[in-house]
């Protein structure tokens, strides 16, 4: 079993930057890659970031480029994703995931197992 614990979360401004983890514990003998999604209430599941396992490859959605940024740490096995330049519509519960394989994987059906979310709520 695998479990992921996010944590990070909070209330700031529009403009402001904040941090999110993601600690990996469990039965995690193979490569694996990392995601980050993100449920905003009335909206669908979306995809925000997504990287490989040697952290080589990275891959966002189109309305955080440039302002986010995931990277793991395979020996802490954590994974973060950096927000910077935040937007009041960026608010949201976000999710890390774990998916089996080395790439990078932008479906959430692609991902095995989820965290239970931290809340981001950007105020105007």
């Known amino acids: 079993q695998v479990q992921l614990v996010e944590s990070g979360g909070g209330l700031v401004q529009a403009a402001a930057s904040l941090r999110v983890s993601c600690a990996v514990s469990?039965?995690?003998?193979?490569?694996?890659?990392m995601g980050w999604f993100r449920h905003a209430p009335g909206k669908a599941r979306e995809f925000v970031a997504a990287i490989n396992w040697r952290g080589s490859s990275t891959d966002y959605a189109d309305s955080v480029k440039g302002r986010f940024t995931i990277s793991r740490d395979n020996i802490k096995n954590t994974v973060s994703l950096q927000m910077s330049s935040l937007k009041p519509e960026d608010t949201a519960v976000y999710y890390c995931?774990?998916?089996w394989g080395s790439g990078y994987y932008t479906a959430y059906t692609r991902y095995n197992y989820w965290g239970q979310g931290t809340q981001v709520t950007v105020s105007s």
């Open positions: 469990g039965r995690t003998f193979t490569t694996y890659g």
């Open positions: 995931a774990l998916a």
